[in-house]
């Protein structure tokens, strides 16, 4: 005789019922998800599988599987699609440009797939939510409709019926969900995936244990090695500069500790007295264009010399005509003095690192950490540039150099010609302030900028990407920065990646300081119309017809600048430089010229041509591969 079956209270029945139509919910939303990114070159499909592994199919060529990083057995099954056609990127890779850059992007995902796996699954648990959702709003719409269907009566009958045996439709309802999203999600094809042979060939690397079928296992066991060999080059590369760079800035940190200015002095650059060599010469000193020296010269593993110059940094102004004093006042000929607020307290400045030119070499991305960390920016500006071609499956690099910056650090990106619109949605998507013409504040900063007037593609050349010149592109920005300065609250920062696009609004007088990249090669801070314009060398170390993979082709940079938010003014630049033999320098803080704020009255010269709008190296000598209008050849 059956024992009579006992009904639970009527909380546990409504807790239980709940329980029951979210189960079946979570399930098949976890296991349906499914993603759209990149896989190297590749567009990709990611599906969850439950078997625990990452099975990627090339097709004929067979499959390679690894241990799935997902939580509670989770796998996921990527379908690897075409090389995107969409901005016309590599066109069908029928150039070598364009196979060059496949090149680059395989040997990224196999360097450090470690980006791509964690910006996939970020989008499978956003897709798993997404679909959860929407079936306990389909179930809960069901649920409200059968209700009202029974009616009172026919509810109290069933309610009588079922509910002594709650537990036991609870357990199957469970039980049945997890096996049939079991069923439905697994592919029997790649469930005995763990009992393939590892390949050899990975050890050591983040696919360490990676198995592969079919006939791409003998492509890799042949010819992997090569491969891994470059991996492992680049991985040590930028390790050992990473290390030098941190010992660099020990160097530079205890020499700022012996050096630090008196209370008085405050707001000045850190230790241009003390650094200053008694014959204003060194071996170190810069050409008259105002390039630092190489990262090698007085360098040795990292670390630099401690009679560093004010007189000898790159770019160190002649004399005092460019730094400001400390009064209270500014007084010009036949006006009264104007009173003006003291410089901010050491502490109350604010760090920024400047980054231009990334151009996916994701090497660097640890080290503009490092920079950030030891630098305490709390602002990071990026001159654009971020990609080689504006992909949708670039987003690696993005989420690559996003991952460089700590939490709390804001980042500010002006895209260059090589990045897209696509880039931006990428960079918003890793909270990214990216500048679209209109004024942002971060950090008491007030900055203006936009993404490049033009956008260049590998073997079709530069077009304007919107219904707007480069001509009107450099006029807007400038209008608005007049009209902030006419409303009572100026700009501070003009971020644009073409360095020649702010020549309009320096000369307005309306805009201080700029701070742009492309040209690969850092000019100034110089005074330029009414202000004073930076052009940051490249963060990648970008050398003209060179892969930005790997190690460094050329001398890699990023500039740390201090404001004070009491003045609206920048107080010092820093350079940062890692050479292309591993080693690092960090140059001493010096003084940031002060913008005179007068505009420019524009009168044709004798040749016809317009005065301060021709080219993008303010003053000096122009690199010796400068072409007419001001851009090198090796420019991007």
Not at 62 to 87: C, R, Y
Not at 209 to 228: C, E, F, K, S
Not at 508 to 514: A, E, F
């Amino acid at each position: 005789m059956s024992r009579p079956h006992r009904t639970p209270p009527r909380w546990v029945r409504w807790t239980l019922g709940i329980l029951l139509a979210l189960v079946p919910c979570v399930v098949w939303g976890v296991t349906t998800a499914t993603a759209e990114r990149s896989l190297g070159p590749h567009e990709a499909l990611y599906e969850v599988t439950t078997n625990g592994l990452v099975t990627v199919d090339l097709g004929p060529l067979g499959t390679i599987q690894i241990d799935s990083p997902l939580p509670l057995g989770l796998g996921a099954d990527v379908t690897v699609e075409e090389i995107p056609a969409d901005l016309t990127a590599v066109g069908q890779a029928d150039t070598l440009e364009g196979l060059s850059q496949d090149l680059e992007d395989y040997l990224r995902f196999f360097g450090g797939p470690q980006e791509t796996i964690g910006s996939v699954a970020r989008a499978l648990v956003v897709d798993a939510l997404r679909r959860t959702g929407f079936a306990i709003l389909v179930v809960a719409a069901a649920g409200a409709g059968l209700y009202l269907l029974l009616g009172p009566p026919r509810r109290r009958e069933l309610s009588e019926r079922v509910a002594p045996r709650t537990y036991e439709i609870t357990a199957g309802v469970v039980l049945v969900s997890l096996v049939g999203a079991s069923l439905v999600a697994s592919d029997p094809g790649t469930t005995a995936g763990s009992s393939q042979r590892a390949s050899a060939v990975f050890d050591g690397t983040p696919l360490e244990g990676a198995r592969i079928t079919g006939r791409l296992a003998g492509v890799v066991d042949t010819y992997g090695a090569m491969l891994i060999d470059l991996y492992r080059e680049n991985e040590d590369f930028y390790a050992r500069a990473d290390a030098h760079l941190v010992a660099a800035w020990d160097r530079r940190d205890r020499i700022q500790r012996l050096t630090a200015p008196r209370p008085a002095a405050a707001g000045t650059s850190d230790d241009r007295a003390s650094d200053e060599p008694s014959d204003g010469a060194s071996s170190d000193a810069p050409d008259a264009t105002g390039d630092a020296p190489d990262a090698t010269e007085g360098t040795t593993s990292g670390t630099d010399d401690g009679a560093d110059a004010g007189a000898d940094e790159p770019g160190a102004p002649d004399d005092g005509s460019d730094t400001e004093t400390d009064g209270e006042t500014d007084t010009e000929a036949g006006d009264e003095p104007t009173p003006r607020p003291a410089p901010a307290a050491e502490e109350d400045l604010v760090t920024l690192l400047v980054v231009s030119d990334l151009h996916c070499n994701t090497g660097m991305a640890p080290l503009i950490r490092t920079a950030v960390e030891r630098s305490g920016a709390s602002v990071v500006l990026n001159a654009g540039d971020t990609t080689m071609n504006g992909t949708a499956v670039e987003s690696f690099c993005v989420d690559s150099f996003a991952s460089a910056v700590p939490k709390g650090v804001t980042m500010v990106v002006a895209d260059g010609n090589h990045d897209s619109v696509e880039t931006s949605a990428q960079e918003r998507a890793n909270g990214q302030t990216v500048l679209d013409g209109k004024v942002v504040e971060v950090e008491g900063i007030r900055i203006l900028g936009d993404r490049d007037p033009l956008e260049t593609r590998l073997g079709l050349g530069s077009q304007p990407p919107r219904e707007e010149t480069p001509e009107e592109y450099a006029a807007r920005l400038t209008e608005v920065a007049c009209a902030e300065q006419e409303d009572g609250d100026p700009i501070d920062l003009l971020l644009i990646h073409t360095p020649r696009m702010g020549n309009e609004a320096l000369d307005s007088g309306c805009v201080p300081n700029q701070v742009s990249g492309h040209m690969h090669t850092r000019s100034g801070p110089e005074r330029t119309g009414g202000g004073v314009r930076y052009v940051s060398g490249s963060t990648a170390g970008a050398v003209k017809d060179q892969l930005r993979i790997g190690p460094l082709k050329g001398t890699a940079e990023m500039t740390v600048l201090r404001f004070d938010p009491e003045r609206r003014r920048i107080v010092d630049w820093q350079l940062v430089q890692i050479g292309t033999d591993e080693s690092a320098k960090v140059w001493p803080r010096i003084a940031w010229p002060t913008p005179s704020g007068e505009p420019v009255v524009e009168e044709p010269d004798e040749d016809g041509t317009e005065a301060g709008t021709e080219g993008d190296v303010p003053d000096g000598d122009a690199p010796a591969d400068t072409p007419a209008g001001g851009e090198p050849a090796g420019a991007g």
